[in-house]
């Protein structure tokens, strides 16, 4: 069966550092991968996808970049952390026409 | 551009109760609906699905969704509800480059 997993579960960092989470899946091959925020536990906006190695599409601008160095890896990085880059953060995985499966999160405080 | 709103920021009902949480789409051409629920400081799990077929999906501990094409919703139930129910619901649709727009989602609270 396939799994998600991210790292790390929780996270507090001051403004101005450097930020990066990983996360990794189990059991599929070439799935297309996310990264989404969720800011307040309510609703999610979708940060970054990609549908390959190396292949990175942005949504949003900001401060945040994605890179997918391996076919099951997906990384969430900055250079610089903002206050308002604090939220829920969720990787997610699906097959190309299938549903999305989220990974357990990680909660970043930026203080 | 597909969207999904969920009117309800929070639903109340007593364990045993009969749980409705809506949600309405809109979209162009054939949607793709989805419903997730979460728990507190937890990623979202999967519900269920419609694509096509079978205006009644069925899906995961005990919940299932009516689509409707002339009200366009899409509405989550549950006949009975329980306790472990309470948790926040999110509809979400799919667009043509298969990425997911999610509602804001519906916090649902079952009281003993």
């Known amino acids: 069966s396939q799994t998600i997993h991210q790292w790390p579960a929780t996270l507090v960092q001051p403004v101005g550092s450097p930020l990066s989470l990983e996360c990794t899946v189990e059991?599929?091959?070439?799935?297309?991968l996310y990264w989404y925020r969720q800011a307040a536990g309510r609703g999610l906006q979708l940060l970054f996808y990609s549908v390959g190695i190396g292949q990175i599409s942005s949504e949003v601008p900001q401060n945040l970049s994605a890179s997918r160095p391996q076919d099951r890896q997906f990384i969430l990085s900055s250079k610089k952390l903002l206050l308002s880059d604090s939220g829920f953060y969720l990787c997610?995985?699906?097959?190309?026409?299938?549903?999305?499966?989220f990974g357990p999160g990680t909660r970043l405080t930026v203080l | 551009a597909q969207s999904v709103a969920q009117p309800e920021d929070q639903v109340n009902v007593a364990e045993g109760n009969p749980l409705t949480v809506k949600c309405t789409y809109s979209v162009s051409g054939n949607p793709y609906l989805f419903w997730y629920v979460q728990y507190p400081n937890r990623g979202l799990q999967f519900l269920l699905k419609y694509i096509t077929g079978d205006n009644l999906v069925k899906g995961s501990y005990g919940f299932e969704a009516e689509f409707n094409k002339s009200q366009t919703s899409f509405h989550l139930k549950k006949p009975s509800a329980l306790v472990s129910d309470s948790a926040s619901y999110f509809c979400?649709?799919?667009?043509?480059?298969?990425?997911?727009?999610f509602g804001a989602g519906t916090t649902v609270t079952v009281r003993a």
């Open positions: 059991g599929t091959s070439n799935p297309n």
């Open positions: 979400a649709v799919r667009d043509p480059d298969y990425k997911l727009s």
């Open positions: 997610a995985w699906s097959k190309v026409r299938g549903e999305q499966f």
